[in-house]
């Protein structure tokens, strides 16, 4: 059954570093996306992407965030320069058909920031 | 503004009993969309279920089923018989349809079952 991954599974970074999380989504589907969970918390929603741009992004994607396909197969959430409150489980998804269609999740990537 | 309650912080039962996890929303759409979503200890997270808001008959999976009220906007989840696997975070989500599809997650309700 196919499946969204992401790599790395864990990632510690230094306040300030960029970072780069990546996401390989499921291969015929069109829509990506990027959530976040800081610990214990709720699902919170950061962007979304189709036909290589933006759709939408929330409040919390500011000028630090930036996302990327930059080949067939990946999908990038970029920080620029982490701070201590970015330090959370980033998951992206992927939908075959349109923005409410069923997302597919990948297993997430812990960001530590230090 | 969108918004979905999930009142229920925790949850504890023992194996075999039956579990109703509840979701209010609020939206001032005519159209939108529910989901439920299962977060189980290892933390990934896995689609349950979505529900459009012209479709309110009930649905039922296995053990799983669901109850989608408009007239109490609530779209509660129902475990029959629960595991000790059903143990998890179980997260209600809404999108709404006319225009910004960016969906609003309750804060999740964990269960516990115990053995």
């Not at chain 1, 965030?65 to 980033?90: C, H, Q, W």
């Amino acid at each position: 059954e196919p499946e969204v991954t992401q790599t790395p599974s864990h990632q510690v970074t230094q306040m300030g570093q960029e970072v780069i999380l990546r996401c390989v989504p499921i291969s015929n589907h069109l829509y990506f996306y990027w959530y976040r969970q800081i610990l214990g918390q709720k699902v919170e929603f950061l962007v979304s992407f189709y036909n290589n741009e933006i759709s939408e992004k929330s409040e919390i994607f500011d000028d630090q965030f930036s996302v990327e396909r930059p080949d067939g197969s990946n999908f990038t959430l970029k920080i620029r320069s982490t701070k201590l409150e970015d330090s959370a489980m980033y998951f992206c998804a992927s939908s075959d058909i349109a923005f409410t269609d069923t997302q597919y999740f990948g297993p997430g990537t812990r960001l530590t920031v230090l | 503004a969108q918004k979905v309650t999930q009142a229920q912080t925790e949850i504890s039962v023992v194996e075999k009993e039956d579990v109703t996890l509840d979701c209010v929303y609020e939206t001032r759409d005519t159209t939108y969309y529910l989901f439920w979503y299962k977060q189980p200890p290892s933390g990934e997270l896995v689609f349950l279920i979505r529900r459009n808001s012209f479709d309110e008959q009930n649905e039922i999976s296995g053990r799983y089923s669901w109850n989608f009220q408009k007239s109490t906007s609530s779209f509660n989840f129902t475990i029959t018989a629960s595991q000790v696997v059903d143990s998890a975070v179980y997260f209600c989500a809404l999108s709404e349809g006319g225009g910004s599809y960016i969906p609003t997650f309750g804060r999740g309700t964990s269960l516990i079952v115990h053995p």
